[in-house]
């Protein structure tokens, strides 16, 4: 079996962080998005490869998968015009044969993928009710649990069974053939071609496709929901308080602190993600994510976002601060 991954989008959501990086990379809970992605499947034996989509900076995809996960079989694929998702993973048939699981890097999902595919005939969408659906695409499902269609972006929140961003498919070559097909026929919302549509048509031509609901989503696409995310890792098995305690420092569980971080007259937390090579001094920071070297003083620092090597002087505040920036409050 193989993991398709596409991740060649812009991440315009999450600037100024996706200047200087691709949006899998973004810190989350001491790690970055794609590594939560990729621990998801470690325990598929049936794992084969795992195939990058990569765009906009896919070269450090590539560095971060080779230094961090070193055993792991890994194919990378361009995306030079963004043309949609199925033109994604149309750009990979060639290796689509046999089962396939395709994830959306931007969403994490509480899910034991290795038990829900094993021996599985039919196709799965993994699934979530949430109150505002109409960000996302959802699934009309009948009295059965079976999908009847796909309904990208709807207009209302009648239905909000929404698709998480993971499905599984018993054959690749199917999905291709249906993404050839919706090329053909010119099937896209605006001008990309959505993965919804392909579907539709493997629906209408008959597939079965379980809607499995999942016991917990985190969308890591927005700042907001970035920081959701990070609370709900932090409490359920990322913090390390109890291993990481700064002399004259105050730590409010829970949080991330990277043993590489110093940490000096300070409160830290609670919901605080610390990377490898941050210096925090005289501040408090709460309800935040920092990465990598990045360096805070005499600041009160809550529900922020801060970029790598990016610096922080003066007084309280909610922050957004891309890499390699430098602000001074006061």
Not at 2 to 15: D, E, I, N, S, Y
Not at 113 to 138: H, L, M, T
Not at 231 to 245: A, C, P, Q, T, W
Not at 298 to 306: A, E, F
């Amino acid at each position: 079996m193989k993991v398709v991954l596409p991740m060649a989008g812009f991440g315009t959501r999450l600037r100024p962080l996706t200047w200087s990086k691709p949006k899998p990379l973004v810190q989350v809970a001491g790690k970055a998005i794609l590594g939560h992605i990729l621990d998801m499947f470690c325990n598929i034996r049936e794992l084969e490869e795992v195939i990058f989509i990569v765009g906009f900076l896919g070269e450090q995809v590539q560095e971060y998968v080779q230094r961090t996960f070193p055993a792991l079989r890994a194919r990378y694929i361009e995306q030079k015009d963004l043309l949609g998702q199925s033109q994604a993973l149309w750009l990979a048939r060639e290796h689509l044969q046999g089962p396939i699981l395709v994830s959306f890097v931007d969403t994490l999902i509480d899910v034991d993928f290795s038990g829900a595919i094993r021996n599985q005939k039919d196709a799965i969408a993994w699934v979530k009710r949430a109150e505002d659906p109409r960000r996302f695409g959802v699934a009309m499902v009948g009295a059965d649990g079976l999908v009847k269609r796909l309904v990208e972006k709807p207009t209302d929140v009648k239905n909000n069974l929404v698709v998480v961003g993971s499905y599984f498919f018993p054959s690749g070559a199917d999905l291709v053939h249906a993404i050839q097909q919706q090329m053909e026929k010119g099937l896209t919302i605006g001008e990309e071609f959505y993965l919804t549509d392909a579907i539709n048509l493997m629906l209408s031509e008959g597939l079965r496709m379980k809607a499995e609901e999942v016991n917990q989503w985190e969308d890591c696409g927005k700042p907001e929901t970035l920081l959701h995310a990070n609370r709900y890792l932090l409490e359920h098995g990322r913090e390390n308080s109890d291993s990481v305690r700064p002399e004259g420092v105050v730590i409010v569980p829970p949080v991330f602190i990277d043993p590489a971080s110093k940490v000096e007259r300070s409160v830290i937390g609670p919901y605080v993600s610390l990377a490898a090579g941050c210096r925090v001094e005289n501040s408090i920071v709460r309800d935040s994510i920092v990465d990598e070297k990045a360096e805070i003083s005499q600041m009160v620092v809550s529900g922020s976002l801060i970029g790598s090597q990016a610096r922080l002087i003066g007084k309280y505040g909610s922050f957004l601060v891309g890499d390699s920036s430098e602000m001074r409050v006061g």
